[in-house]
């Protein structure tokens, strides 16, 4: 499997990690994200558009046409309701006819940018890789973001040209901390000579000298210190960029200062920029009027989804340990024995068919797990 191979599978499993895959996501209500399927079985065009949970997805509806959808925020599970007739949820019967505060969009009918095209395209011979507008969550070809996209390894978030005009203050803040191809090399670069941010997970994010003033927003020099969130943070317990953003307005601030860009395309954006965004009362209101009160909240980007996801998944040797702990020593001396057995099958098992350039099919890890009970039970006779 080549490293292209293996970071598609990584990153697969951190989308997936948040999410249950035997559980109906139902009873949690609108959960904050979660990895989201739409079924062009059940679903057709002409009907309502609706989307299931990784369980459904596994369990209701295997054997159907599944459109993955990367991950949606504020969804809750659609499986057997009145979208879906004559269709009963297998997890979860009891559920209301609608979902109404969940958002739809093209993608739940399997097509996707401003081309309104589906992914893969058979019609396309690229089939370049797709960005995810974070505000609308759309998915969109490089060529059609009307801007060029930022080649940087630092991770970053994008915003489409329609979600900019539908909230225009947001050209204010792209003013001064955007990532563009003329200021991209602060951020991508290991060593500069600009001021470090780093993000709340501790990812250094590099800017322009430029930038650090327009962050500070400070009339006074500080000492400056990279702080949680990628915000600037001095040794004073609250520093003058906190009694800015307490006592008057960021935004106002900024548009104050001669940082003008084309306003124009998409943008990209350092993960560090949502903790830059003006936290009074005029400004949370018009986050809310324009649809956008989530960009307030840090853990709403993937990058924290998946990072949470990573963080509250025990490893199988974490769950062993803590399920056997009650045992004697001896005991768990024989379990664990067993579960490295089991461990050392499998990793033989993969090893084979890796090797013959085989894929697993359910069929065939349904005949390694036959055999293993078969050879268990030979021994234990």
Known sequence: MDQCAVDELYEA????????????????????????????????????????????????????????????RNFRCDCGNEKFPGFTCKLHADKEGQNVKNSYNHNYFGRFCSCDRPYPDEDDQVNEEMIQCIVCEDWFHEKHLQAPAVDCEALMEMICARCMTRAPFLWTYADHFAVSPVNKEGLCKEQTDAGVMSDEKGKCFHTSVHDVSSVSLCSQPEEVTSGAAGRMSSPDPVTHLQLSKATQCVLNELKAKDAARARAGSVFWPYFWRAKLCTCTDCKRMYVKTGVPFLLDESDTLLAHEEKAKAETLTSEDLLLSCISSLNHVQQLEIIHQYNELKHELREFLQQSADQRQDITPEAFREFLEELQTRKRRRLN
């Not at 065009?45 to 209701?60: F, I, K, Y």
């Open 13 to 72: 499993f951190a989308v997936l990690a948040g999410s249950d895959p035997d559980h109906c996501s139902y009873p949690k209500g609108y959960m904050k994200r979660q990895a989201v399927f739409a079924c062009n079985t059940c679903v057709q065009s002409g009907m309502d558009p609706a989307g299931v949970c990784l369980a459904c997805a596994n369990t209701c509806h295997d054997g159907h046409d599944i459109c993955e959808l990367y991950t949606k």
